[in-house]
Structures are given as C-alpha cells and as structure tokens.
Antibody, heavy 120, light 110 residues
Framework: EVQLVESGGGLVQPGGSLRLSCVASGFAFSSFAMAWVRQAPGKGLEWVSSFSGSGGSTYYADSVKGRFTISRDNSQNTLHLQMNSLRAEDTAVYYC?????????????WGRGTLVTVSS | QTVVTQEPSFSVSPGGTVTLTCGLSSGSVSTSYYPSWYQQTPGQAPRTLIYSANIRSSGVPDRFSGSILGNKAALTITGAQADDESDYYCVLCLGGGIWVFGGGTKLTVL
C-alpha cells in the first residue's frame, strides 16, 4: 500500500526539541522530493520544509529557518524533521507529503499527520 | 513576501456551480507557478485535487476542474454535492522547493 506514516509528535515545553519521522511505503521513496506541511489549530495549511529527491537540497519557510532541520534516510524510506527552540506558535499538526510533478511542483501523497503541542 | 489570496468563504446550492480563485497580493498567477488545489475536511489530511493548474489527480471526479482565469488560478466545482462541503486550499510553487499556501476557502453547500 502506498502510504506515509508520521510519528514523533507530542507535548513539549517552549524552548524544547522534538524529532518527527515519516516512514514511506509502496513507492520509490528515494526518487521523490519530500516535504513537511503544518496546520495550527483552526488555521490553514503552511509549507514548512522540503528535501529534494536528488542532490540533497533543503528548503525552509522563514518561520522555521535556523530552528528546524529536515533530513532523509533513503535506506530506511524515512523523512525526519528535527525541531529545536520550539515556540507556542509551532503548535500544529505536522503532515508529511511526497512531492510529484514534472518540476516537483505539487504534493501528491499525504500522511495523516502528527500533533505537536508546545506549551508549559 | 509572497501572499496567496483566496476567498475566506463561499456557498453553493446543491447541483450548482462554484468557482474558487487563487491570486497573488502582487502580480498574476500563471502556469509558471504550477498552481495546485487541495480539499480538506475537519480532522482529515488534505486530499490532492488539481495540479499544474488543470490536471485532475487520480480518482478525482470530473466535476472538479482547474484553470487560469485572468490573473488568478481557479477551481470550479460543477454540480456541487453535499460532501463537497470542505476547506479548499491552493498552493503556488515558487520554485526551488518552496511553496506558498493560500489561506483557504471554506465552502458551504446549502
């Protein structure tokens, strides 16, 4: 079955760290760019970070640049998001998404998400 | 800073047609931004509807169509059904692995 499964969410205090993981199955993970998209409670979707399918390029939204690090382990079909210096405004459901398209331009497959709550 | 604009809310009658739009606070949306559209119901992950402005994702009913109308991307639902009541998001690809989401449109079918 083609799917993405996120894990690693939970409750963390402001200033703390958390590492999210996304395990892919049913498709050639290493060939696809991957991304993290989040959604704060009652708010819209926000692109957070992406990792190219080849070349190892990484990209970040300004809101997380310098605090979050995206990485991938193609041998384990896994995408990670290391989140440091967490703030209350980082509270959200974090979705993992596979990127497709001729120019790797849209989100083709989504996980169910994992909830991150930043609160004291 | 790139801001993508969408109508906050819209309503359509069952069986009716509605067009949601996706614009830029400054400039025009073109196919060069590879606009894509996503549907989301509460508590669920987004579902991909349209990519590259007008290509339906696998399994998406043909009552959903995408286009460029003037200086905006557009999502048209023809023959709206009750289960089309959802939030709809457009996304523009700025290139280089960077995307910007619109704020979403809450569609009511009544």
């Amino acid at each position: 079955e083609v799917q993405l499964v996120e894990s690693g969410g939970g409750l963390v205090q402001p200033g703390g760290s958390l590492r999210l993981s996304c395990v892919a199955s049913g498709f050639a993970f290493s060939s696809f760019a991957m991304a993290w998209v989040r959604q704060a409670p009652g708010k819209g979707l926000e692109w957070v970070s992406s990792f190219s399918g080849s070349g190892g390029s990484t990209y970040y939204a300004d809101s997380v640049k310098g605090r979050f690090t995206i990485s991938r382990d193609n041998s384990q079909n896994t995408l990670h998001l290391q989140m440091n210096s967490l703030r209350a405004e980082d509270t959200a459901v974090y979705y993992c998404a596979a990127v497709a398209g001729t120019h790797s331009d849209y989100f083709d497959l989504w996980g169910r998400g994992t909830l991150v709550t930043v609160s004291s | 800073q790139t801001v993508v604009t969408q109508e906050p809310s819209f309503s359509v009658s069952p069986g009716g047609t509605v067009t949601l739009t996706c614009g830029l606070s400054s400039g025009s949306v073109s196919t060069s931004y590879y606009p894509s559209w996503y549907q989301q119901t509460p508590g669920q992950a987004p579902r991909t509807l349209i990519y590259s402005a007008n290509i339906r994702s696998s399994g998406v009913p043909d009552r959903f169509s995408g286009s460029i109308l003037g200086n905006k991307a557009a999502l048209t639902i023809t023959g709206a059904q009750a289960d089309d009541e959802s939030d709809y998001y457009c996304v523009l690809c700025l290139g280089g692995g960077i995307w910007v989401f619109g704020g979403g449109t809450k569609l009511t079918v009544l």
